[in-house]
Structures are given as C-alpha cells and as structure tokens.
C-alpha cells in the first residue's frame, strides 16, 4: 500500500513538474511573440515593406483592413511598398496589446490590437488626423527557433459600447 502512495505522489509530482515547465515554455513563446509584434511595429515605422514581410512565411496569407487578400511574403513586399509610397507614408503605428494561445508548442494564436495615425484613405483622400484602432487575428508558426506570422486578418474597430434595446 506504502508504495501505491510512493507511487501516485512521484506521477503527481511528475504532472505538476510538466505542468510548471509547459508554463515556463509559453511565458517564453509569449515574450518571443510580443518581441515580433514589436519588430512588426517598427518595421512599419520605418516604412520598410521588406523587412515587414521577413515577419511573415513564404506563403502568408494576408488579409488587409479593406479586405484585400495578398498571398504570399513576395505579394505582401510589393503591395506594402506601393502602399507606403503615398497612403502611409506619414503613418505611425502602435501595438498596443498581444493576447497569444497556443494549441501546439509550434503554433500560436494571437490577437493583436493596435492604433494608426497618419494614414490616408486610399482613394487619394487626406491623411486621417484622428487615431484609427484595430485588431489583428494572427496564426503564428514556429520553425527552426522563430516565429513568423503564416495568417493574418486585420480589421478596424471602435470602442465597444451596449447594443441598443430597440425601446
């Protein structure tokens, strides 16, 4: 009986121990994943499509604020250069927050919120005085130590506020 208890305290023990460095692992594939939002932040900053695209994997799939879907890193340079050429060319990002899930130890989820100034509209309208806000819904793969952003979905938003009662 003496050892069934040994037995059971060394599995808990074991399980509570893994469970403790999962954990550990996350909080460091967390801090890596905020590190590469950061590196997307400053990448758009500099107005650097290249070094935006290195972000991502060969075969990204991006789909932008207004819907457009540009497939693939080599797509998503050119779009971005054409784009920083005039419609943000003044613009300012900010990464405001990073919410990352992980359903495998090499893929992660993360919804990323963010605020713009500078933009223009790109049908040749003025650059946008007041921030615009958003979210980014990323699936991030992990291959050979990095992480690199393979989808990605951007949408605009405003502040929540209480759905009206129709009364």
């Not at 990002?93 to 989820?109: C, E, K, N, Q």
Request: glycine share 8%; hydrophobic share 45%; with cysteine.
């Amino acid at each position: 009986m003496k050892s069934i208890f040994a037995l059971a305290g060394f599995i808990c023990a074991c399980l509570v121990g893994g469970g403790w460095a999962i954990a550990a692992d996350q909080s460091q594939e967390t801090a890596a994943i905020q590190r590469l939002e950061l590196q997307q932040q400053d990448a758009w900053n500099h107005h650097d499509a290249n070094a935006y695209a290195q972000l991502f994997t060969q075969d990204c799939n991006v789909v932008n604020v207004l819907g457009w879907w540009w497939k693939g890193r080599a797509e998503l340079s050119g779009k971005l250069s054409d784009a920083f050429a005039f419609v943000f060319a003044e613009s300012r990002l900010a990464i405001t927050s990073v919410d990352v899930r992980f359903p495998a130890p090499s893929i992660a989820f993360a919804h990323v919120r963010w605020t713009m100034t500078g933009a223009r509209n790109p049908t040749a309208g003025p650059a946008s005085h007041a921030p615009m806000m958003g979210i980014q819904t990323q699936v991030l793969s992990k291959a050979s130590g990095s992480w690199l952003i393979a989808d990605f979905q951007n949408t605009n938003s405003i502040p929540e506020t209480p759905f009206p009662t129709g009364k």
